[in-house]
């Protein structure tokens, strides 16, 4: 999964794909370096930002869904009911959903879901998050959302751990560490940890933009414990690293 963030305050690329024909250009190179789908999203979820509103947030994503639709398979990474509606109607057919609350929403538009856990709010998330015991939570959770969507008639379900999102460097670690306490429940797993900020401070302060190998390192990681599908800023060279994963 390449990330496509058609956003001025993204975390690692903010502003760089805000333009339409840039990101739909973006998103046709993502393609082109291999990627099975293209997760386009209009609002930042970094930790500490401010929300959008829903207008701006479609006038962002989807004429550039309707654009990527036409050359492959395009997901919509989106907190919002009326965004997800607006993204699907214009070619998306998976639902990105890092609240993990729309799954009748993908069930009533017979399109795939994206459970993602986080504990609190983006603006605030990061202040001091706790556990007792984050594997075992986050497991739970995301086993009583993927059934609830299940449940709801989705067909297609991912769960996936939201590294960053109310997680400590260790509480992330520890996810990763035990993906396979995920993996075992039998739903397909989606991981992200492209360039997040975990990376920096066990790089020893990379700064966003300088975490490839970082970056690559955890996904070949995550690959190798099993997840089906990894969200990643730098498909080219995650493909290979895929490859070789797949043997
Ligand atoms: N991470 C981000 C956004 N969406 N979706 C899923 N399923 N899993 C993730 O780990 C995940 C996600 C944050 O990364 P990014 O899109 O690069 O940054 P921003 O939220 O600042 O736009």
Do not use: C
């Not at 993502?30 to 207008?55: H, K, M, N, Q």
């Not at 538009?109 to 603006?123: D, R, S």
């Not at 998050?129 to 939570?137: K, L």
């Amino acid at each position: 999964m390449g990330v496509l963030n058609v956003t001025p305050d993204s975390f690692s690329d903010g502003g760089q794909w805000l333009e339409r024909d840039v990101a739909i250009a973006r998103g046709l190179e993502l393609f082109t370096e291999g990627a099975d789908i293209v997760d386009v999203g209009g609002e930042s979820t970094r930790p500490g930002a401010v929300g959008v509103g829903v207008e701006e947030e479609l006038a962002r994503v989807v004429p550039v869904i309707e654009a990527l639709a036409r050359y492959g398979r395009v997901s919509v990474d989106t907190r919002k009911a009326a965004v997800a509606e607006a993204a699907v109607e214009a070619g998306a057919t998976l639902v990105n959903d890092v609240s993990a609350s729309l799954q009748q929403v993908a069930a009533d538009l017979g399109v795939g879901w994206v459970a993602m856990h986080m504990q609190g709010e983006p603006a605030s998330m990061q202040d001091d998050p706790r556990y007792d015991d984050v594997v075992a939570e986050v497991r739970d959770f995301l086993v009583e959302r993927a059934a609830r969507a299940k449940a709801a008639g989705v067909a297609e379900v991912w769960i996936d751990p939201g590294i960053g999102f109310g997680k400590t460097l260790e509480h992330n670690l520890a996810l990763l560490r035990h993906l396979d306490a995920l993996v075992a429940t039998g739903h397909p797993v989606l991981v992200g940890t492209s360039r997040k900020g975990f990376l920096g401070r066990l790089t020893g302060g990379a700064p966003a933009g300088d975490r490839l190998e970082a970056s690559l390192a955890t996904a070949t990681w995550a690959m190798a414990q099993g997840a089906g599908m990894v969200r990643v800023h730098d498909v080219g060279p995650t493909v290979q690293a895929a490859r070789v994963v797949a043997g």
